[in-house]
């Protein structure tokens, strides 16, 4: 018996938030073994934090989703503070790469999308710095790159009033189209269509 907690990525879309929780050891998606034993007195602790989650998830609060956000980000840092004592000193050399590639997209994304200059930065070549993403992945560097900015634009969509064509050149695309186009195909909608559908469900007015 167990409890699942299930959420999806862009629930947590608020500024800087995911750039560090993906930093958390068990929020990385390279670690093969994300799994932790408990004592018994952790147990109680997490069983209090889902508890209290529960509760707030089935009453309609105000600010009960930021709330639920916060409770979420409290059992994720427990969990990687635990995770990191007890398996960080057994992660592997490709993996050790791949969490430094995360990290080095994380901060540099939006003015550097060059696959040459991130393999410099790791001290390899492109081609094996794809290997190595292809194989812990299935995606190459250029589609991780892609996927991080999609999750940023998406964030300024949702959580600031700024037009699309000012995300555009905030984001470094100096042609409105080739933005619109870039976010269609990730998302499968347009900017305007995502950001409609999102305030609506997030911001609903009375």
């Not at 050149?169 to 559908?197: L, M």
């Amino acid at each position: 018996e167990g409890i699942g907690v299930l959420f999806q990525a862009d629930f947590i879309l608020r500024h800087g938030a995911q750039q560090w929780l993906q930093s958390l050891p068990i929020f990385n998606r390279f670690l093969s073994e994300p799994f932790i034993e408990l004592s018994e007195e952790d147990l109680l602790m997490f069983q209090r934090l889902i508890n209290e989650m529960d509760t707030e998830y089935v009453n309609d609060d105000f600010l009960k989703y930021e709330m639920l956000e916060a409770q979420l980000t409290q059992v994720l840092v427990k969990l990687s503070r635990l995770y990191r004592a007890s398996k960080e000193s057994k992660i592997s050399v490709d993996t050790q790469h791949m969490m430094t590639l995360e990290s080095l997209i994380n901060k540099q994304f939006k003015n550097n999308r060059s696959v040459v200059d991130y393999a410099a930065q790791l001290y390899m070549t492109p081609q094996n710095l794809n290997r190595i993403t292809k194989k812990a992945m299935g995606k190459s560097v250029s589609e991780l790159i892609n996927e991080k900015l999609i999750i940023e634009i998406k964030r300024y969509l949702v959580y600031t009033d700024m037009s699309s064509e000012e995300i555009a050149h905030f984001f470094n695309f100096y042609d409105n189209s080739y933005f619109t186009k870039t976010f269609k195909k990730a998302v499968g909608e347009t900017p305007k269509a995502f950001r409609k559908k999102q305030k609506e469900l997030f911001f609903p007015t009375k």
